[in-house]
């Protein structure tokens, strides 16, 4: 296991749910991803956190709705998903945006809309 | 745009032996870093092996090694004695400096035979 935890590690919701997923990393690092990975389609970047602060909304739905409340922790909320919503969410951090610094992934949650 | 293609949706090896998978991008950009990632069944992403386009050498790193043709704009690798362990889905990713973030390929599954 790297530095970066994410629980759930799998969870299944209705549509008129609303639930969270959490990363929380011990690295000492600035910077924080959420990536949604499908079945049969590149790995997409979904959000990006620089010291707290959202520099990148990759045209996510207003169904997701991220929040960094410190350089440790990331929270993805999640309200009104819809069925081609099912993936795997990924977490990284990494120390700054900068692509000389590893980008350190998390185990992901596996997430089912029912 | 840029974007980044894996042709080869699985691959197999046999043990000991050596395995190339192929990646190719398209970009306008001069300055930009590639990557290789491999996801294994547990699903952790982890870097394999990064190379900045500036830099005419390959990237090597104990096994791993990548042929980095920068006019053809392909990048692939090539894993030597070929480990169990080494079974996984294999990712190549882009980074330029003008987009900022990484962008994946579909991946390539990679099966070891013993």
């Known amino acids: 296991e790297t530095g970066v935890t994410q629980t759930p590690r799998h969870l299944v919701m209705g549509m008129t749910n609303k639930k969270s997923l959490k990363c929380e990393q011990h690295?000492?690092?600035?910077?924080m991803y959420w990536y949604k990975q499908s079945a049969k389609k590149p790995l997409e970047l979904m959000f990006v956190?620089?010291?707290?602060?959202?520099?990148e909304n990759n045209s996510v739905p207003s169904r997701f709705s991220p929040e960094c409340p410190n350089s440790s922790h990331l929270f993805l909320h999640l309200h009104t998903l819809q069925p081609e919503d099912s993936a795997l969410y990924l977490c990284?951090?990494?120390?700054?945006?900068?692509?000389?610094?590893?980008?350190?992934f998390g185990p992901g949650t596996r997430l089912t809309v029912t | 745009a840029q974007t980044v293609t894996q042709s080869q949706p699985e691959m197999s090896v046999q043990e000991a032996e050596t395995v190339t998978l192929s990646c190719t991008y398209d970009?306008?950009?001069?300055?930009?870093?590639l990557f290789w990632y491999k996801q294994p069944p547990s699903r952790q992403m982890i870097l394999v092996i990064r190379?900045?386009?500036?830099?005419?050498q390959n990237a090597t790193e104990n096994r791993f090694s990548v042929n980095f043709q920068k006019a053809a704009k392909s990048f692939s690798l090539k894993i030597s004695d070929s480990q169990l362990g080494d079974a996984a889905m294999y990712f190549c990713?882009?980074?330029?400096?003008?987009?900022?973030?990484?962008?994946f390929g579909k991946g390539t599954k990679l099966s070891v035979k013993p």
């Open positions: 956190y620089n010291f707290k602060e959202q520099t």
């Open positions: 970009t306008s950009e001069s300055d930009y870093y």
């Open positions: 190379q900045e386009a500036y830099k005419q």
């Open positions: 690295l000492g690092h600035n910077a």
């Open positions: 990713a882009y980074f330029g400096g003008s987009q900022g973030n990484l962008i």
């Open positions: 990284a951090s990494s120390q700054e945006t900068d692509p000389n610094y590893e980008q350190y």
